[in-house]
């Protein structure tokens, strides 16, 4: 079973330029989200999108946009990107039709912005 | 102001000791906890939760967690150590299933042989 599956695992970016990281789940969760982690703060929601049309704003949304594009696929794009969005991104979804409180991640997708 | 606050950045632990990571929270009321674990490279994994009842709640690969409301505290065990347990830990909790699971910095643990 793929579970999520986040592209791309790598990316080195220079600063300005733009990006969208992809992110699929296969297990027909309602509930999407984008999690930055960085050394010493643990993980910080971006985005999260409850059902398909719909996204919010997480604690740090500043400089990103998300896209829910259908059930499975949830992208997360950097504009004009900046050394401080260099991180760790992680996808991750949920079932929330019957609430268990259980994330389900990708393996993270390691962005450099030089 | 809300938190969750994991004291240790890194513990040592010799393979077959037991072992302790401790999680502490600042919420209004008893949100839902959890504890996950990171392998080196890898995704987050769920160990166990609590959302109420019994404050002593068993997960997988023999962990366990002790909730203490007088304490605001959500301790994660296990009796004794196994050196595929090194790892990150995090503590999470979610108030009232909002879709905002907030997380811990993390404990890195290593495993001694």
């Known amino acids: 079973n793929a579970g999520v599956t986040q592209t791309p695992k790598f990316q080195v970016l220079k600063t300005g330029q733009s990006m969208t990281l992809q992110c699929a789940q296969d297990?027909?969760?309602?509930?999407m989200y984008w999690y930055r982690q960085d050394p010493g703060m643990g993980l910080r929601l971006i985005y999260y999108?409850?059902?398909?049309?719909?996204?919010d704003k997480g604690e740090v949304p500043n400089g990103y946009n998300v896209s829910r594009l259908n059930k499975r696929e949830f992208s997360l794009r950097l504009e004009s990107a900046a050394p401080s969005q260099t991180s760790v991104y992680f996808c991750?979804?949920?079932?929330?039709?019957?609430?268990?409180?259980?994330?389900?991640f990708g393996e993270g997708s390691r962005l450099t912005v030089l | 102001a809300q938190s969750v606050t994991q004291p240790d950045i890194h513990i040592t632990v010799s393979e077959g000791a037991s072992l302790e990571l401790r999680c502490n929270y600042s919420?209004?009321?008893?949100?839902?906890l959890f504890w996950y674990v990171q392998s080196p490279g890898q995704g987050l994994q769920l160990l166990l939760k609590?959302?109420?009842?019994?404050?002593l709640v068993q997960g997988i690969k023999g962990f366990e967690a002790e909730f203490k409301r007088s304490q605001s505290s959500f301790n994660l065990r296990k009796p004794s150590v196994h050196w595929s347990d090194a790892a990150e830990y995090f503590c999470?909790?979610?108030?009232?299933?909002?879709?905002?699971?907030?997380f811990g910095a993390g404990t890195r643990l290593t495993v001694k042989p």
């Open positions: 919420y209004g009321a008893t949100p839902y």
């Open positions: 991750a979804s949920s079932e929330e039709e019957i609430y268990t409180g259980e994330l389900f």
């Open positions: 297990m027909n969760h309602n509930s």
């Open positions: 999470a909790v979610e108030p009232y299933n909002n879709n905002d699971m907030r």
């Open positions: 999108s409850a059902s398909e049309g719909t996204t």
């Open positions: 609590y959302f109420s009842g019994d404050t």
